[in-house]
């Protein structure tokens, strides 16, 4: 997601004819790809990379490992339009991990503002720590360093190896997995958990020279979130779609429909936790009982998420039953 803006070297200008799908007729089992075949999709996809890249600021050329961490943090479930006005603001006010490990957790919450699960915060905060006392305050450029710090998982790692150092990894998130799902396996959707067959295919199409995996990463992805979309995919803009298996199958519908979770919000315990947290960030100290039940119209249930806020480290309880944002 924060991949650069295209800059040289370029990918190689080849053209491509003709469908090349893979060998094998899904993700499940189209594990390996032929060398053509996987070079004619990345040479495509980089081509339009280099002309439809966005260009977002942890992009830029004078972008720091920390940045992008930020930025790959805040944008694992919250859109770029909203990411964008938060990761300006909290770049400018902790522009290195020294500076967020030392702020207030209090102050971190409030400028997470409305991102969303905001438990992402003092994971971020913990990281920072664990940055300054682990590497002397420089982001780690190993992905197995990276790893080993709170709230980085694989993808995360990988991100940050290609999007900051440069270097090699194989990033797979959810639209380079919905890219090689259709464009390879010929399916609508990828299932709904990472499997094995797909980390061997998304292997299979990473090349190795650090350059080019770099801009596959950011291609692929860029690809995914402009164009071959979850909903409404814009096939006809598509640089894949004279070879795209799922498109030359006429489409077929998601296999895995029937296991996908429709989230709800209203009534949630997500939206009374929610608003907790929203009057705690908003409010000049803390709620007492009287105003904090004033929030929610089902007493045991707010009564329960304040536990689970609790418990998250994301508020602090007094005697009598109010709560703050943590110190």
Same mark, same amino acid.
């Given at each position: 997601m924060t991949a650069p803006t295209p800059s040289s070297p370029r990918p190689d200008r080849g053209a491509a004819t003709g469908p090349r799908t893979g060998t094998g007729t899904g993700t499940g089992t189209g594990t390996t790809a032929p060398r053509s075949c996987a070079e004619e999709v990345r040479d495509a996809v980089g081509q339009w990379y280099s002309r439809h890249a966005r260009d977002l600021p942890w992009r830029a050329a004078d972008r720091t490992a920390w940045g992008v961490l930020v930025s790959e943090v805040m944008?694992?479930?919250?859109?770029?339009?909203?990411?964008?006005p938060a990761w300006r603001a909290w770049v400018e006010r902790w522009p290195t991990p020294g500076d967020l490990a030392a702020?207030?957790?209090?102050? %971190?919450?409030?400028a997470w503002g409305r991102l969303g699960y905001p438990r992402r915060a003092l994971r971020l905060q913990d990281c920072a720590r664990a940055i300054v006392e682990r590497h002397g305050g420089d982001v780690p450029r190993g992905e197995d360093a990276l790893r080993a710090l709170p709230g980085v998982g694989e993808y995360t790692a990988a991100a940050v190896t290609a999007f900051a150092h440069g270097r090699h990894a194989v990033v797979v998130d959810t639209n380079?997995?919905?890219?090689?799902?259709?464009? %390879?396996?010929?399916?609508a959707l990828p299932a709904p958990s990472f499997t094995a067959a797909e980390r061997r295919l998304a292997t299979a199409y990473a090349p190795e020279p650090d350059d080019a995996a770099v801009l596959w990463a950011c291609a692929s992805m860029e690809l995914g979130a402009l164009v071959c979309t979850a909903r409404n995919p814009r096939c006809g803009e598509c640089p894949l779609r004279d070879r795209c298996a799922w498109r030359l199958a006429g489409r077929p519908a998601d296999e895995?429909?029937?296991?996908?979770?429709?989230?709800?919000?209203?009534?949630t315990d997500r939206q009374a936790r929610g608003r907790v947290m929203a009057a705690l960030r908003e409010g000049d100290g803390p709620l007492d009982r009287t105003a904090l039940h004033a929030l929610w119209h089902d007493a045991a249930q707010l009564d329960r998420c304040v536990a689970s806020l609790v418990e998250d480290g994301l508020v602090e309880t007094d005697d009598d039953g109010g709560c703050t944002l943590p110190t």
């Open positions: 944008l694992q479930q919250t859109p770029v339009v909203r990411v964008e702020a207030p957790t209090a102050d %971190v919450l409030r380079v997995r919905r890219v090689l799902a259709r464009a %390879v396996g010929g399916t895995h429909a029937a296991r996908r979770r429709t989230q709800t919000w209203a009534g």
